[in-house]
């Protein structure tokens, strides 16, 4: 990862790079955000996740105004393809906003998103758990094993649940953020699930100061940190919260108090630093943030399997139906 470059208002610069995240489609553009800015550009041609773009034009208010397309070179990699059709099996199971939203929390695909359900995300303080990020990898992380423990013994659970974290780090896209809470939910939480807390706690600032030393910028990353806060508050707090709501049936029990005990840590920073602040988002957190683990793993398992059959695909992801249900008809209530 390297430091971002430093624009002055009034310079004009020739950005060329890689598109590191969804663009987000509206009307009559769409809007990418390279380099920390800010870029409207027609809908044709159509731009998606990982092309290679060049873009000039002149920095205002961090946006690029006056934008033009100088090349478009689309991306043409085996993992990149793999996570368009996968998109594309999400679209013929799903209705939208569901199929959209069940790309963004498993692929960290924003397309589709329909605008006005963007903007109701905003407001209600969601937006950043519907694209995959590192703090989605430690809340999947934290929920796969604390299920799979249930299910089978320690020896074979922390192995299957480490598999299909690094399964849904690759299917994310491999970025920097994903990878970093991947080590540091893999470490931590095999720590946690074989030892104590304490040596849990070791492990983590462990894997976290390494990856400071190779890269000393990640310790003003807000990635990096909501992952650290993320992890940290899940080792803290989600075993006593579930032990607070044994009323709840076991799944949704493991699901709510994961979600509980992140937003412990990442609500205060993410009310500082993230778009549209809400009063409101610290409830709405709490009543959607338990469906992200099970929407992803279900719309990972069924994205992998309807590559090879549609049919079959479709009826897994169908599953997540109800819970994406829940997620858009509570962002809409109070967005």
């Not at 409207?40 to 920095?59: F, M, Q, R, S």
């Not at 998109?87 to 939203?101: D, G």
């Not at 706690?201 to 310790?219: N, T, Y």
């Amino acid at each position: 990862m390297t430091t971002r470059p430093v624009y002055s208002d009034g310079d004009k610069i020739k950005i060329s790079t890689k598109v590191s995240s969804e663009p987000i489609k509206y009307d009559t553009s769409q809007r990418l955000i390279l380099v920390g800015l800010k870029i409207y550009l027609p809908n044709y041609p159509e731009i998606g996740y990982g092309d290679k773009v060049v873009v000039e034009g002149i920095v205002r208010d961090g946006k690029l105004n006056d934008p033009k397309l100088i090349s478009l070179e689309p991306v043409t990699g085996i993992l990149y393809k793999t996570r368009n059709n996968i998109i594309r099996v999400y679209q013929k199971s799903l209705p939208e906003p569901h199929a959209s939203l069940l790309a963004g929390l498993t692929l960290g695909s924003k397309a589709g998103l329909l605008a006005g359900f963007w903007e109701a995300l905003k407001k209600t303080g969601t937006a950043h758990v519907v694209v995959a990020s590192g703090m989605n990898v430690t809340l999947v992380a934290s929920f796969l094993i604390g299920i799979l423990i249930i299910l089978l013994p320690r020896r074979k659970a922390i192995p299957l649940a480490l598999v299909g974290v690094w399964i849904y780090s690759l299917l994310s896209g491999f970025d920097a953020p994903i990878v970093r809470a991947a080590i540091m939910g893999s470490v931590a939480f095999t720590a946690q699930a074989f030892g104590r807390l304490q040596a849990a706690s070791r492990a983590l600032f462990l894997s976290a100061g390494l990856m400071i030393i190779v890269k000393p910028d990640w310790i003003t990353d807000l990635g990096f940190i909501l992952s650290f806060v993320a992890t940290a508050s899940l080792m803290l707090f989600e075993r006593k919260i579930s032990s607070l709501i044994r009323f709840v049936p076991g799944i949704f029990r493991e699901g709510l108090s994961t979600s509980l005990a992140a937003q412990i840590g990442v609500a205060p920073i993410l009310f500082a630093t993230f778009g549209q602040l809400s009063l409101l988002s610290p409830l709405v957190n709490a009543l959607v943030l338990w469906t992200i683990a099970p929407i992803t793993i279900i719309g990972g398992i069924g994205g992998i399997i309807g590559l090879a059959s549609v049919i079959v695909g479709k009826a897994i992801i169908f599953l997540s139906y109800p819970l994406t249900t829940w997620f858009v008809w509570i962002v809409g209530v109070f967005g």
